[in-house]
């Protein structure tokens, strides 16, 4: 059976008084919407909190799942929902390679970041984008390149999410530009 | 760092493995959900039955008063003092008892 058809067929179950059928869902589901999470925020104890309040909210919204598009799609638009709320309450992203708010940052941020390894600053650097970039580059390689997935959970047209991938793509790489220039300061730094 | 860097670092991002318990946590939760009684609608009914008994009462006040105010303070000639604010009392009252009629009305038809 097809991972979305006994999806499919657990909600119904669930639908139909069996609560337990939802474990299935949450098991098969648990390590890909926690991972959605830590791309949103890189913290993995508000990624489990993010991918818990998501669950609920699927549990809550069962019933309106019609099945008119892949049970996949319909939950991981209703986590990207969820997150997208939950971003919203916790305020603006601390990370950011922008010199003004990096030399703010408290402590040894700064630091950390220079050293940290580059393949990691430049997936940090994906959470300093606006938004509409940030979530078209994070869902889009979280499905696996596929645009039209991607367009259906953002609910947006396979072009505009063609075009934000680009906008966003060349946003990360001017940032990394920046970033490259820290990392060479920090060298010297340490020599 | 040209494009095809950037696409193959967001490319590799490794999926993170939740806590041992996070799957029995998220059901424990379900379950007290699910046990919830499913929360409350808000009475659109009642409440429009409520607006439009006090637009009545505003729209029949509006008009009757201004012909009632002689006569009623001809039969009462105790409360002319009163003549500034018998339209409002007389507004409260009404709608005073409208809404106790209302509430005993859905309460005979909870118990019955």
């Known amino acids: 059976m097809q991972e979305d058809d006994q999806d499919a067929a657990d909600a119904a179950l669930v639908l139909a008084g069996d609560l337990n059928a939802f474990e299935g869902i949450v098991r098969r589901w648990q390590q890909r919407l926690v991972t959605l999470a830590w791309r949103f925020c890189r913290d993995r104890t508000l990624a489990e909190d993010m991918a818990q309040e998501a669950f609920f909210k699927a549990f809550r919204s069962l019933s309106a799942y019609r099945g008119e598009a892949a049970f996949s799609t319909w939950l991981t638009a209703i986590a990207l929902n969820s997150y997208r709320s939950r971003l919203r309450a916790e305020g603006p992203s601390l990370l950011s390679l922008d010199p003004a708010r990096t030399f703010s940052m408290e402590g040894d941020a700064l630091g950390s970041l220079i050293r940290s390894e580059g393949a990691e600053a430049v997936r940090k650097a994906v959470l300093t984008l606006p938004t509409r970039y940030r979530e078209a580059i994070v869902v889009f390689y979280f499905q696996e390149k596929s645009v039209a997935e991607t367009a259906t959970v953002l609910g947006i047209a396979e072009g505009t999410l063609k075009a934000r991938l680009h906008r966003g793509r060349e946003l990360l790489r001017h940032k990394c530009i920046n970033l490259k220039s820290y990392r060479a300061m920090g060298n010297k730094e340490e020599q | ?112």
């Open chain 2, 1 to 112: 760092m040209t494009p095809e860097d950037i696409d193959r670092i967001l490319s590799s991002d490794d999926m993170l493995e939740p806590a041992s318990g996070f799957a029995s946590d998220v059901m424990d939760r379900v379950r007290c959900l699910a046990d919830e009684p499913p929360p409350r609608r808000f009475p659109w009914l009642r409440f429009g039955f409520g607006l439009i008994s006090c637009l009545i009462v505003a729209a029949s006040g509006t008009v009757l008063a201004p012909r009632l105010e002689h006569s009623v303070i001809g039969l009462c000639p105790s409360l002319t003092s009163l003549s500034g604010i018998e339209p409002e009392v007389g507004y409260a009252v009404a709608a005073l008892i409208v809404s106790f009629g209302f509430i005993s009305y859905r309460k005979l038809r909870v118990t019955t």
